[in-house]
């Protein structure tokens, strides 16, 4: 498939998908939890989360990190992403204003909440998995 092919496909499974998992590395070790994640037209991955949090100091000491996104169902043959990256804190309004949803109430007392960041994934690589003897395909960015 040809790289234009490649993006559509990787941008639709990420429009289709919000739950995936987020690893860190802290002392040569991973450190994975699941996130809801939020994307532009760019490939950039966003997700809330509070500045408290073990994985906001993890990505200030070493901003390299992975996510796992896709792959529901059955298990078998369903399409998944691979994606590498570099993680930065965001506190910024605008940012804030455009992720928040009511949902996150749960855990934010709002968007001004100053514990309410979010974590900006800049992918260096995007893997489009599991779709037959194709995959993996592999996005440079």
């Known amino acids: 498939m040809n790289q234009e ?10 429009d289709h998908h919000k739950v995936g ?4 590395v802290k002392d040569s070790k991973p450190h994975t939890r699941y996130m809801t994640f939020f994307n532009d037209e760019n490939f950039t991955f ?5 500045k408290e ?14 996510i796992l996104l896709g792959y529901e169902g059955e298990g078998y043959g369903d399409t998944y992403l ?9 506190g910024d309004q605008e940012i804030k204003e455009w992720i928040w949803n009511d949902q ?5 007392d709002g968007k001004d ?4 960041v979010v974590l900006e994934i800049l ?3 995007i893997r489009y998995m599991n779709k037959g003897s194709q995959t993996p395909e592999t996005l440079e960015l």
């Not at 092919?5 to 990420?14: A, D, G, N, S, V």
């Not at 949090?53 to 992975?66: F, L, Q, R």
């Not at 996150?104 to 934010?108: A, D, P, Q, V």
Request: charged share 30%; glycine share 2%.
């Open 21 to 24: 998992t987020l690893a860190t």
């Open 5 to 14: 092919e490649l993006k559509q496909k990787i941008y639709t499974l990420m």
């Open 46 to 50: 966003f997700t809330p989360t509070s």
């Open 82 to 90: 691979e994606v590498q990256g570099q993680a930065k804190i965001r």
């Open 104 to 108: 996150m109430s749960r855990w934010f």
């Open 123 to 125: 992918p260096e690589t």
């Open 113 to 116: 909440d100053p514990d309410f």
């Open 53 to 66: 949090t073990h994985k906001a100091e993890e990505i200030e000491e070493n901003p390299h990190v992975h």
